[in-house]
């Protein structure tokens, strides 16, 4: 399994990059970003919201808003740069590196950050009007 994800994280490195730069350099300065259903409908953020922003301000370098705006992100790359790395080190046969093995527990860490950044994201919105 480890080789089908390396394979195709090495294909959504430029796939990313490329639809962040279009995103970013385009459709951004046309439309201010897109807005959200939920919010717009609801008054309430959806598990995404922040997310654009989040990768906007780690891409600048602003961690910290990054982890503000949405901390998926910031875990999410964590776990992509880890595991491509490794796995890259250990087929060019860097002595001592093994590749990261994919545990459904990644999967479960990212489940929990996004309810928890759901969860306290509204009650910041609706009982503190703090918004994003």
């Known amino acids: 399994?480890?080789?089908?994800?390396?394979?195709?994280?090495?294909?959504?490195?430029?796939?990313?990059?490329?639809?962040?730069?279009?995103?970013?350099?385009?459709?951004?300065?046309y439309f201010e970003g897109f807005p959200c259903v939920l919010y717009y409908l609801c008054g309430i953020y959806c598990p995404g919201c922040g997310g654009t922003r989040a990768l906007k301000a780690?891409?600048?370098?602003?961690?910290?808003?990054?982890?503000?705006?949405?901390?998926?992100?910031?875990?999410?790359?964590?776990?992509?740069?880890?595991?491509?790395?490794s796995h890259t080190?250990?087929?060019f046969s860097v002595k001592g590196i093994k590749g990261w093995q994919f545990h459904s527990w990644y999967l479960y860490g990212a489940l929990g950050i996004l309810i928890v950044n759901f969860l306290l994201k509204n009650i910041l919105l609706l009982c503190f009007h703090i918004t994003i």
């Open 89 to 91: 080190l250990e087929r």
């Open 58 to 85: 780690l891409l600048d370098g602003e961690i910290l808003r990054s982890l503000w705006y949405h901390p998926l992100v910031l875990y999410s790359v964590i776990l992509y740069v880890g595991f491509m790395l």
């Open 1 to 29: 399994m480890e080789e089908t994800l390396y394979k195709i994280g090495l294909l959504l490195l430029p796939a990313g990059i490329l639809g962040f730069l279009l995103y970013d350099k385009f459709i951004l300065d």
